[in-house]
């Protein structure tokens, strides 16, 4: 494959691209008298409320680097997708476009069944904020039985602090709650959902003095990958490892799978789902 030159306009070929593709009559603009097929310059440059000059410029690299603002407004203007917006930064920057946080919708069918594939492995899928929202059957055995919590209570820092059930089963519950505080602030920074949390930081550092010790630390770290140590109430211990991965196109939302650590483990989860 022939990679394009270094100095090639790769804004201006995008934004060429995806203007020639948009459907004038989405935007409320007539077809007629069109010589070439999407929107014109000037009228993605009035959307976008920049002059159609330097629009022009821009398309044929003139126009020096655009601002994060203007980009914005092109976005908005062209009605781009985040996957596409994110590109055009990445081309008119180098680097993505900040983080705009968004409440989840939920899960798609598809996804939950790939949770339901996990026969012996128990999985769930959180937000940015680390609410739970789908898990399969092995990890309401061995974990939580998130059917049976409100769906305002099944917030991960909620349990971990305030479910005695939840606590008592951490074979180490400072250091498990530590490092739920530290992942939890960085997952929150980067989806940029520090004012969506702000109350349950609050009601958290009223009812839990632990909590809000470990709040002040400021510490943060990665959820990644780890080892899981739990002492279930009917098998004993058990020993889980632990990785946590992004959904594709869905930056707020992460896919969370606890594997058995040795043989051992697998047979005592299987004892628990007969």
């Not at 958290?204 to 943060?220: G, I, Q």
Request: glycine residues 6%.
């Amino acid at each position: 494959m022939t990679m394009p030159p270094a100095n090639e306009n790769l804004l201006g070929i995008y934004l060429k691209d995806r203007r020639a593709k948009l459907d004038p009559t989405a935007f409320g603009l007539p077809l007629a008298r069109r010589r070439t097929p999407g929107l014109r310059r000037e009228e993605v440059a009035q959307r976008a409320n920049v002059s159609a000059t330097w629009y022009t410029w821009l398309e044929q690299g003139r126009g020096g680097a655009p601002s994060a603002d203007v980009l914005d407004r092109i976005s908005q203007a062209m009605m781009l997708t985040d996957a596409e917006r994110e590109h055009l930064f990445l081309l008119g920057l180098g680097r993505p476009p900040e983080v705009r946080y968004r409440a989840p919708e939920g899960i798609t069918p598809r996804l939950q069944r790939v949770l339901d594939t996990l026969d012996h492995s128990p999985a769930f899928i959180r937000t940015a904020t680390w609410d739970v929202i789908a898990w399969n059957k092995v990890a309401a055995a061995v974990l939580t039985d998130y059917s049976t919590l409100p769906e305002g209570q099944r917030n991960v820092l909620r349990m971990i602090f305030h479910d005695s059930r939840i606590r008592a089963a951490q074979s180490n519950w400072q250091s498990v709650a530590r490092y739920v505080v530290a992942s939890f602030r960085a997952d929150v920074a980067r989806a940029g959902a520090a004012r969506n949390v702000q109350s349950l930081v609050d009601e958290l550092c009223a009812t839990s003095a632990e909590f809000a010790s470990m709040w002040r630390d400021n510490d943060v770290q990665a959820h990644g990958e780890g080892v899981k140590v739990l002492q279930h109430r009917t098998v004993g211990p058990l020993s889980l490892e632990f990785s946590a991965f992004a959904v594709d196109g869905r930056p707020d939302l992460t896919m969370v799978i606890y594997n058995p650590a040795t043989p051992e483990d697998a047979d005592k989860i299987r004892a628990l789902l007969k």
